[in-house]
């Protein structure tokens, strides 16, 4: 997989032809001598802190795709659960996975189609991809409007005045919340669909070369 990723992987700035000058930061090539958490045998990326928008989706796209393709496989693994600590979970069928940094819990890899993605338990969504790696389902959403910092600049106004009338957002879990977030993203795709789109589409048109590729060497 490093073999063929030399000669097939392409930068986001190719694959999107914009100058990696005009953002913070940008991701190396992938690589088996990365920074932090090596383990024998695995393929990482490196990049600067600053690296946002979505390169960051690109990267963690092909890195999830490597893992559907070669990758390690576990029937149970300890992931990072936001605000709850940590949580082993036990999957009906051996599970690919990714590592962040070295940081020693495991991300899920969870293979589906958008109808099973619904189906999914609530805490298991947001590990749900397409068959290229590429984040699907209702929790993508709001990773993709994080991703648009740069449309955002241009409709920042309209946005933050559209949000400022549904007021804060109601401090317990429940059906309430759960309305005010789905009201606050409508606002934001109402101006970021476009850019969304565009990028996502780039994304996976870029994967499924490199699998068609793949498939054809292997």
């Keep these: 997989m490093l073999d063929f990723l030399g000669v097939n992987y392409r930068r986001w700035s190719v694959v ?18 990365y920074s932090y958490g090596k383990t024998d045998g695995s393929i990482g990326f490196d990049y600067q802190s600053g690296m946002y928008g979505f390169e960051r989706d690109y990267v963690y796209s092909v890195l999830r795709w490597m893992a559907i393709k070669v990758g390690d496989r576990k029937l149970e693994l300890e992931t990072d659960e936001l605000d709850e600590g940590n949580e082993t979970h036990t999957f009906p069928e051996p599970t690919p996975y990714y590592k962040y940094d070295c940081d020693g819990h495991f991300t899920p890899i969870l293979v589906v189609t958008e109808e099973q993605e619904v189906a999914l338990p609530k805490d298991h969504r947001h590990w749900a991809v397409d068959e290229w790696g590429v984040r699907i389902g209702a929790t993508s959403v709001e990773h993709k409007i994080g991703s648009c910092l740069g449309a955002f600049g241009k409709h920042s106004a309209s946005i933050l005045a559209e949000s400022k009338i549904l007021g804060p957002i109601p401090r317990e879990d429940g059906e309430a919340r759960d309305s005010w977030m789905a009201l606050h993203q409508a606002i934001y795709l109402k ?7 565009e990028n996502i589409t780039s994304i996976r048109q870029e994967i499924q070369r490199l699998d068609q590729l793949w498939a054809s060497e292997v």
């Design 16 to 33: 999107c032809g914009v100058d990696p000058n005009e953002w913070h930061g940008s991701a190396g090539e992938p690589t088996d001598d």
């Design 191 to 197: 101006y970021l669909q476009p850019e969304v789109d």
